[in-house]
């Protein structure tokens, strides 16, 4: 087996696709370091990620197969789903060949499965557009705790930058250790100490308890119906959320 | 009384407007400005009832002079009656919205004194909200039916989304339950939205500047059951909105029993069911170009409460059916049962690449439970039962929900 071993980027990625066309040795997979674990058999190729061959392949997919195309790629490659370079690489080989006719070839399995997957972290992400919630803490800073399923808090960024641009804010991915800090004029993403204390601001209590009243009461008593309710929330979201405690 | 109170009556009173909606806008923010709107909608929870809340829904005032016989607030109502401030409104809305709670403001109101009072209160409320505190998020108001024109027309420059609601769908039900409230009245407050939308689209062809108004668009409500009113009577009445006012969507509010007026009907559940048949018959004509005579007539006047409509309609018209998937128009396919936008447009994509096979639409994701008794796949039928409205309506009935059937139809016997 030719294992192809980037360092988890997605510029390590695209280096690593690029490389397949220039080296001699196609990868029968493609691994970010962290998951490697070796074995006998493994015959391993080091790819060092190099921004200038990343780009000529983010530029290619672009305009050679189609700008939604790169969408869905990069959509997928957040997904951190094992195996998903492999099924990156080949729905770009089909890509090549077929140009921006991919997306009709949905009863191609590598097209199915890509367009499956970044439909997954797609939904997510819009998803936690309204699910996320701020607390102000102490110094005029909104904080906001999460843990999604798939690494989506770099695209939820710009809407929030946009939407809440003359506060500041921090978005934190407590499963991944890693947040979004913006200081009204730009967002940075950066590591995050998940043991970190956090203190609220005065009102925060008093704010909180106004949405968890009006959450109560917005409800219909006739209609109850906590299925649905689970169905578009389900509960894995619900742990921060502020009318759910 | 303190502000969490006040939240509370007013919000518990809005709950009964159904409308939900927080798309159709891309209202930008401004500098030192907050809030934006999102053009697809978001929502930001669901409630125990199972529907979203996407805009913080609340009455300027419940303190109502009007008696209508469905509503909470009545006039005779014995309830406790609270009135927000314009300052008060602003502050929940903009504290909620900095912290990610709400997409927007969904402001509505009783009718205190009289129509133009109540409507400049609103209009004062957004007019600030929008420009001392440079507010861009969401904002849907309510117009007040009958109120000065000139009113309504300068909060639409504020909003994104104005509606008056009809409630009731016949002009004999509005006189029997709310007799203050004139069929002409609500009609021409609604015409007069329209005419000023158009208006204004117009100057914005030729003034790239040109203000917005109401930028999203008019919406309505109807109550469903709380009159004798059939859905033939209800799906005509939105049919023609839609095409005359050009109305961006009619919601449908299942009759909540709220008061024991012997003019209402005496139902322990809302008709749940029927609200949803409604909804779905109105999808059918938005978005699946259907016409409300396809799907009811004199002699067939109520929809199926154990068939979808699309479904019903297949049933009666099955000579043209079935339809073969590699070769039936768009058009066609969206008639199909089960198929829906989505599946419709994959398969028209495709197509274009390939035949389909039955295994080939499970693959793009379509979903043949229903679709299966109605189509070919190069020829070939799958739907392994004889094809006779019978047989086929057996194979599609809905599981209906206990709770629920039976009531509607004895309502008013």
Known sequence: ?245 | MDLAEKLKILSAAAKYDVSCSSSGSNRQNIPGGVGNAAYSGICHSWTDDGRCVSLLKILFTNDCCYNCAYCVNRITSDIPRASFTPEEVIELTISFYRRNYIEGLFLSSAIYRSEDYTMEQLLRTVKKLRGEYKFNGYIHLKAIPGADLKLISEAGKYVDRMSVNIELPSDRGLKLLAPRKKKEIILKSMGGITSYIDQYKEERKLFKHAPSFVPAGQSTQLIVGATPDCDLRIIKLSESLYRSFNLKRVYYSAYVPVSDDPKLPSITNPPLVRENRLYQADWLLRFYGFSAGELLSENNPNLDLELDPKASWALRNLHLFPIEINKADYRMLLRVPGIGVKSAKRIAAARRVGSLGYEDLKKIGVVLKRARYFITCRGKYYGETAFRPDFLRQKLLDKVPADSGGEQLTMFT
């Open chain 1, 1 to 245: 087996m030719r294992y192809y071993i980037y360092d988890g980027s997605f510029q390590g990625l695209l280096t690593a696709i690029y490389e397949s066309y220039y080296r001699s040795a196609k990868p029968e997979d493609i691994l970010p370091r962290h998951r490697f674990t070796g074995n006998l058999f493994a015959q391993v190729e080091e790819i060092d990620t190099d921004e200038i061959k990343a780009d000529k392949v983010f530029q290619a997919i672009k305009n050679k197969i189609s700008p939604t195309a790169l969408r869905r790629v990069f959509y997928a490659f957040l997904s951190e789903i094992t195996g998903v370079e492999l099924l990156i690489y080949r729905y770009l080989q089909l890509g090549w060949k077929v140009g921006r006719d991919i997306d009709r070839h949905l009863t191609d399995h590598r097209v199915a499965m890509i367009h499956k997957i970044s439909q997954k972290v797609g939904l997510e992400k819009h998803r936690l557009l309204g699910l996320i919630r701020f607390r102000k803490l102490k110094g005029e800073i909104y904080y906001a705790p999460i843990e999604p399923d798939y690494n989506i808090v770099s695209l939820v960024a710009p809407h929030f930058a946009r939407r809440l641009s003359d506060q500041n804010w921090v978005i934190h991915d407590r499963k991944r250790d890693v947040a979004v800090l913006y200081n009204q004029k730009e967002w940075v993403m950066t590591v995050l100490d998940p043991g970190r204390d956090y203190v609220l601001a005065e009102e925060e209590k008093y704010c909180q308890q106004m949405w968890k009243n009006y959450f109560r009461s917005a409800s219909v008593p006739g209609r109850t119906n906590l299925k649905l309710q689970r169905q578009f929330m389900p509960t894995r979201y619900w742990r921060y959320l502020i009318e759910k405690q």
